[in-house]
């Protein structure tokens, strides 16, 4: 009996058979954590999505910036694009089963036995572990509500506002606080996101930071799983964060994490299968 967690699969529906493979799941016994983004990018995302929903309670993601991008789309909040490969997605039979699945997914997974966190782009230095919960948890509620579009919104009107409870400046931190969870690379000092520099941290501007860099509020028995950061490189993150993503859309790897001996296992990807 083990306990996976996988990196960004992005579409790579047969690297993620491959790895699977390669480690002998059994979702009968085994238990497999995804970082989020399984979709987007590589060719097959809906094959992807089929697995993992098939594999049930063996199985369970945090949403990533891609599948709200999917759901926003869904919804007609973004136009539709050809590089999002989301075509198959749309014109599936099972479409809004899969949709509905999505938007009850969660945005943080915890285990209190094995004392982890996962999301998709990690937890801000700021938050404790009560924060944490609090918001991911306003998120996950707004997402399965019928005023799920309040989550993608610049601004709402008084009479939404006041049918839902929920002003302005609150929308304005919860859709903050969706960009920590799902697109979070560096931050300020201040705690301030820097959402525009995406390489490598000896490449990075010198007044921003990886975000596992700083001191954390949340309580260090925690580890911290996370995905998202496919241009991390090398450098060397602190005991107790697991960075996942490794870029398999992108030619470089799909990476696995077996939880109970830390092994990590990684195959080569070619994104054009």
């Known amino acids: 009996m083990s306990t996976y967690f996988i ?20 979702p009968k016994v085994d238990t497999l954590h995804f970082t989020g983004d399984l979709i987007a990018r590589g060719p097959n995302s809906l094959e992807v999505l089929r697995l993992v929903y098939a594999f ?103 009479n939404v506002s006041d049918t839902y409870q929920i002003h302005n400046n609150k929308l304005k931190q919860i859709q903050e606080n969706i960009n920590v969870f799902t697109r979070m690379r560096y931050i300020y000092l201040n705690g301030q996101l820097d959402l525009k520099y995406k390489g490598a941290p000896k490449d990075a501007p010198k007044n921003i930071y990886p975000w596992f860099s700083l001191n954390k509020l949340v309580d260090p028995t925690y580890n911290i799983i996370f995905g998202h950061w496919a241009s991390l490189g090398e450098i060397e993150i602190p005991d107790g964060i697991y960075g996942l993503d490794s870029g398999c859309c992108w030619g470089g790897a799909l990476t696995l994490l077996r939880w109970e001996d830390k092994k990590i296992v990684c195959i080569p990807c070619d994104p054009s299968t």
């Open 56 to 158: 049930k309670k063996s199985a369970s993601i945090v949403l990533g910036n891609h599948e709200l991008h999917l759901l926003k789309t869904y919804f007609g909040i973004n136009s539709r694009k050809r590089k999002d490969y989301f075509d198959a997605i749309f014109n599936a039979p099972d479409l809004e089963e899969l949709i509905n699945w999505l938007r009850h997914q969660p945005m943080l997974f915890i285990d209190e036995n094995k004392k982890i966190l996962m999301t998709h782009a990690g937890i801000s230095p700021n938050w404790n572990i009560n924060n944490t919960k609090k918001y991911a948890q306003e998120i996950e509620e707004i997402l399965v509500s019928d005023h799920y579009f309040l989550l993608f919104k610049k601004s709402i009107h008084d």
């Open 7 to 26: 990196g960004d699969v992005h579409g790579c529906y047969k690297h993620l058979q491959t790895i699977l493979d390669h480690v002998c799941f059994n």
